[in-house]
């Protein structure tokens, strides 16, 4: 009855409720461990994009707590250490990037969470740029080079966070969030000239995706439903 319940609630896009559910159906009967592992993930990524953090890490939790052997636990791992970040257990989530770091050091993506947990939790902007960085050298990213500019931004060190958000540029030209990142820090510079040639190629990159638009519609993950366990 548990896997049902959980799936009615799932419904109604009540996260915690329906993984609540999901937890006792395990607890008790491990018949349907792949569907219910299957509609955990697809709540863990609802709630992320919903902000629930606290049914994201729930949700987390449980699947690698079903699966400690899936082929995705290092990233479930990373999202796990975001969400523990997030719901006010920060050394929590620093343990979790320690594992994955140390069972894969080519993790970049652990780095640079492990970077953003020491910058915008702990206010711990050298250790966030070490991370930040280290994770750079692994593998570039916009979101690690977004991560550093801001950091070098919070410290007041605009000419080197501008230069972040270039490079981040440099590996996709037309991202709306960093030419915002660009055009704001070249105006606390004082630089109108640059603030004017990114706000034009914003422009431009706005009309363009408004004239070559086409309204498409994703499916929706398949959430599974069977027959209630017994």
């Keep these: 009855a548990w896997f049902g319940t959980g799936n009615a609630y799932l419904k109604t896009r009540e996260w915690e409720n329906a993984i609540n559910c999901y ?7 491990y018949t349907h461990a792949d569907e219910l592992h299957t509609n955990s993930r697809f709540v863990a990524g609802q709630a992320r994009e919903d ?18 052997e899936h082929e995705l ?3 479930f791992k990373v999202d796990l250490a975001d969400a523990l970040s997030k719901i006010g ?3 929590s989530a620093l343990v979790v990037l320690n594992e994955v770091i140390e069972t894969n ?3 970049a993506t652990a780095y640079n969470k492990k970077g953003e947990v020491y910058g915008r939790v702990y206010n711990n902007f050298q250790e966030s740029e070490r991370w930040i960085k280290k994770s750079i050298d692994v593998e570039p990213s916009i979101s690690a080079y977004e991560n550093l500019g801001v950091c070098y931004g919070i410290q007041g ?8 958000f270039e490079k981040a540029l440099e590996i996709n030209e037309n991202n709306p969030k960093i030419l915002g990142d660009v055009i704001n820090t070249y105006a606390v510079l004082g630089n109108q000239a640059k603030v004017k040639y990114y706000q034009d ?5 706005a009309q363009k995706t408004d004239e070559t638009s086409v309204a498409t519609e994703e ?3 398949e959430i599974v439903t069977v027959s209630a366990e017994r």
């Design 23 to 29: 937890s006792k159906a395990y607890d008790i009967n």
């Design 51 to 68: 902000k629930n953090d606290m049914a994201a890490y729930m949700a987390l939790k449980l699947m690698l707590k079903m699966k400690p």
């Design 73 to 75: 636990n290092e990233t």
């Design 89 to 91: 257990k920060p050394d």
């Design 105 to 107: 050091p080519k993790n």
């Design 157 to 164: 060190r605009y000419s080197e966070a501008v230069k972040a």
């Design 201 to 205: 190629v914003l422009e431009k990159y």
């Design 219 to 221: 499916p929706e993950e």
